[in-house]
């Protein structure tokens, strides 16, 4: 795998491929802020395929968030025509394109289990789910689209054999709903494209191969743009290179990107914590998602869905987190006791944003609040302590949807368990805190079901929150 690097024009983030073949393919991925357009100083990149890292790189300057790299690519059965031209590389199509509120996604595909995922531009997941097709035909997807934004939206399939296909469409609208974005597969249909089954268009291969790689690219606290600003978050696609190919990855700033800045204002009144985070200060801040799987099976949206705010006053930081779970479970009452396995809500806090373990230290905090407000983690040598004065904690249930808002107390690492006169530290603009959101979902049984986070962790072992604050993300306390 080679890497070079040199500057160019930006676009939105899409995929394009042209002149297939078989061996290498040349693969440019272009990353850019997504709210200002320009260049990104510091982006990192990180190519996967499977579960296995090929390659990684990072740009040193402005000018240079261009990654260039040779990857294999799959041999072409057949042959092209002479004068087919560059293809426009999308797998997976959608009509109409743009839509408005119903979409249909047509997959080429001879498998008859997929995975489908959706994403928003921002890296966002706001769909997931398994779906079942006839053996040895295609599948066209029928989806509902409720309160989603207008704009570009990001689809990817994956096979039972990790085969993975790609595509896109463009959501018309701009209207935001207060309730949850929701997208619902309403129908699934046979589909035989033509030149399925020997039909083929002329000249053209009759099957074609590809590699599928994900491209992950993502800022740290320290990126910067030309003018010394904090830029970017993360972006990720999922793409089958047949021939060369170009990727555009545009970041934002939000608030589960790897390492990326959360951006808390200030609560200029005071919170109460009630559950209903109806003060002005919540109104204008805008939502993080909980969408990254850490453990377990990847929760169908009626399961669970989740999502985040954060403000702050000198005396606390407040936390508003809103999910939906079918089922709200606490099968150990006592809170010492397998705490982790309740439905609960755990807040990772790193007081100075200074990374390293805090397995069995106080260098940073990891907070489990249970259904009845309880607040564990575990103290020196393992054991287990009792952290409700911590925070004050209250949650309304409403149906399937529960609203908790959390006023925390942000202890240093100087915590000492022995003591009782313990200080927080007082918060001030500026301060950069180590932070993840994440919730434990317990379905009524005696282990959780699902551990899923705020915080892209890449890897095999996306369970290193506890031992390891060097995962988390940074959180900035705004003005």
């Not at 799987?293 to 399961?303: K, R, S, T, V």
């Not at 699902?450 to 604050?469: H, L, V």
Request: with cysteine.
């Amino acid at each position: 795998m080679k890497f070079g690097f040199k500057g160019g024009v930006f676009g939105l983030l899409a995929v394009s491929a042209s002149s297939l073949f078989s061996g290498t393919a040349e693969v440019d991925v272009w990353v850019r802020d997504a709210a200002t357009g320009r260049p990104v100083k510091d982006a990192f990149l990180v190519v996967t395929r499977g579960a296995d890292t090929v390659a990684a790189a990072s740009s040193k300057t402005a000018a240079a968030s261009r990654f260039q790299l040779d990857v294999t690519a799959s041999a072409v059965e057949g042959r092209e025509s002479a004068d087919a031209g560059p293809e426009k590389f999308s797998v997976v199509e959608a009509y109409p394109n743009p839509c408005d509120d119903r979409v249909t996604l047509t997959v080429n595909t001879d498998d008859d289990a997929l995975r489908m995922v959706i994403f928003n531009v921002l890296g966002q997941r706001i769909y997931s789910g398994q779906i079942m097709t006839n053996p040895g035909e295609g599948a066209a997807l029928d989806l509902l689209l409720k309160n989603i934004s207008g704009g570009l939206y990001l689809v990817t399939v994956t096979d039972r054999f990790g085969k993975t296909y790609a595509g896109k469409f463009l959501k018309t609208g701009h209207a935001v709903s207060s309730a949850y974005p929701e997208i619902t597969l309403v129908g699934v249909r046979s589909f035989r494209p033509a030149g399925k089954a020997g039909a083929g268009r002329s000249g053209m291969a009759k099957s074609v191969g590809g590699t599928s790689y994900t491209f992950t690219a993502y800022t740290s606290k320290n990126s910067k743009d030309a003018d010394g600003n904090h830029v970017g978050g993360f972006a990720s696609a999922a793409v089958t290179v047949r021939g060369d190919t170009a990727i555009d990855l545009m970041l934002g700033k939000v608030p589960f990107s790897r390492d990326g800045q959360n951006m808390a204002p200030r609560a200029v009144s005071p919170i109460t914590v009630d559950g209903k985070a109806d003060e002005p200060a919540w109104s204008s801040t805008p939502w993080g998602l909980i969408n990254q799987l850490w453990l377990g099976d990847d929760p169908a949206p009626e399961d669970f869905t989740g999502r985040y705010k954060i403000v702050w006053t000198p005396e606390r930081l407040y936390v508003f987190v809103e999910i939906r779970d079918d089922v709200l479970s606490d099968q150990f009452p006592d809170p010492s006791v397998n705490y982790w396995m309740d439905d609960c809500v755990e807040l990772f806090i790193d007081e100075d944003a200074s990374g390293g373990n805090h397995q069995y230290n106080y260098n940073a905090f990891a907070y489990h609040i249970a259904l009845d407000y309880h607040v564990e983690d575990l103290g020196l040598n393992g054991k287990v302590m009792d952290f409700s004065d911590h925070a004050d904690v209250k949650r309304i249930d409403e149906g399937d949807m529960s609203t908790w808002e959390i006023g925390l107390k942000v202890f240093p690492k100087t915590f000492d368990e022995k003591s009782a006169v313990n200080a927080p530290v007082t918060l001030s603009a500026g301060k950069l805190i180590g932070l993840m959101v994440s919730y434990c979902d317990n379905d009524g049984t005696f282990n959780r079901e699902t551990f899923i986070g705020s915080i892209f962790i890449p890897g095999r072992n996306k369970d290193q929150g506890w031992i390891d604050a060097g995962v988390f993300g940074t959180l900035e306390l705004l003005p």
